[in-house]
């Protein structure tokens, strides 16, 4: 079936820099990717979205490429803040096994440091 | 629209007891999904409504638990005899339709003493 898989966390960064979460899938059809962020006792928020290959989504300074020949749709950020201390989960839907729902992968936890 | 509500935000019972949680999701959202999310773990497909019609239920779901949404608004998700391994953070989501984006609550905390 469908699946996500993250990199291992956690990542501990320092303030300004450079952030890359991977994330791979395997999924049939042609599947839907997202990121959702986690803060400290609440929900979880769309971060970014992209719906077919090649599409960048982006959002808060953060981005991800739908790359199809790799099957990935890696988080990258230029420069990080503490308030970006969070956990993000790569997810995707719309493959031939997960339909309309979500599948997520396991999540990535994020520290920043001033 | 204050977005998707989910009560109540923690719950703490014993082994053996019944809990029934409700979710209010954004009014104009037809499709409203369940999942549950345990401690390091990312969220796992429990069941999803399309208005009233419950159309899809995981493995996970297993005879203890059931989920209504008996007009097409509010839904609750109830647990009977609660188990320890039930103890996990359980969130709703609500979406305009099925390629829509979701918008999640913020989820009820569940402890089985």
């Known amino acids: 079936g469908d699946s996500v898989t993250q990199m291992e966390g956690p990542v501990t960064l320092s303030e300004e820099a450079f952030l890359t979460i991977n994330c791979t899938y395997t999924?049939?059809?042609?599947?839907?990717l997202f990121w959702y962020v986690q803060y400290p006792g609440e929900g979880l928020q769309l971060l970014l979205k992209?719906?077919?290959?090649?599409d960048k989504g982006s959002n808060k300074g953060f981005e991800a490429t739908y790359r199809k020949e790799t099957t990935s749709f890696h988080l990258e950020k230029g420069s990080v803040q503490v308030s970006d201390s969070a956990v993000y989960f790569c997810a995707l839907r719309g493959g031939e096994t997960s339909g309309s729902r979500l599948t997520f992968g396991e999540g990535t936890q994020l520290t920043v440091n001033p | 629209d204050t977005g998707v509500s989910q009560d109540p935000r923690h719950k703490i019972t014993k082994r053996g007891q019944n809990v029934t949680f409700r979710c209010d999701p954004i009014?104009?959202?037809?499709?409203l999904y369940w999942y549950r999310q345990t401690l390091g773990q990312g969220p796992e497909f429990l069941t999803y409504?399309?208005?009233?019609?419950?159309?899809?239920k995981s493995r996970l779901l297993s005879d203890r638990f059931s989920a209504e949404r008996p007009k097409g608004s509010f839904s609750t998700l109830e647990i009977q005899r609660t188990e320890q391994g039930d103890s996990a953070m359980y969130l709703c989501?609500?979406?305009?339709?099925?390629?829509?984006?979701?918008?999640f609550g913020s989820g009820t905390r569940l402890t089985v003493v």
């Open positions: 992209a719906t077919k290959a090649d």
């Open positions: 009014s104009e959202h037809n499709r």
């Open positions: 409504f399309q208005n009233e019609a419950q159309l899809e």
């Open positions: 999924a049939t059809g042609y599947p839907s």
């Open positions: 989501a609500s979406s305009f339709g099925p390629f829509y984006g979701y918008t």
